[in-house]
């Protein structure tokens, strides 16, 4: 079994910044490709930034220059850091992990942590 555990959301400024973290535990053979994806209301889940087992990244446009994805390998982590955050960043954030365990390659997906940016 595996879990995702993800926290850092809130309500900010717009102008403010905000880090999210994302932990897997339990059978984790090793993490390939981890990302942030959010999902406004009303609107469909799209993705914000993604960083592979290599440390290549890519970002949707929206996003570019302002928000960093990284990763900590020995703590099976994921992070996005969130700077000059605007109200149209405002959404539920979902981080997915493409995860070995004992069996073949899985996404995982967190709870979910909502983010609100206020103008």
């Known amino acids: 079994q595996v879990q995702l555990v993800e926290s850092g959301g809130g309500l900010v400024q717009a102008g403010g910044s905000l880090r999210l973290s994302c932990a897997a535990s339990g059978r984790i053979f090793t993490i390939r490709t981890m990302g942030w994806y959010r999902q406004a209301p009303g609107k469909q889940r799209e993705l914000v930034a993604r960083?592979?087992?290599?440390?290549?990244?890519n970002y949707a446009e929206s996003v570019k220059g302002r928000f960093t994805i990284s990763r900590d390998n020995a703590r099976n982590t994921v992070y996005l850091q969130m700077n000059s955050l605007k109200p149209e960043d405002t959404a539920v954030y979902y981080c997915n992990l493409q995860i070995y365990t004992l069996g073949p390659l899985n996404d995982y997906w967190g709870q979910g942590t909502r983010v609100t940016v206020s103008s």
């Open positions: 960083i592979t087992s290599g440390d290549s990244t």
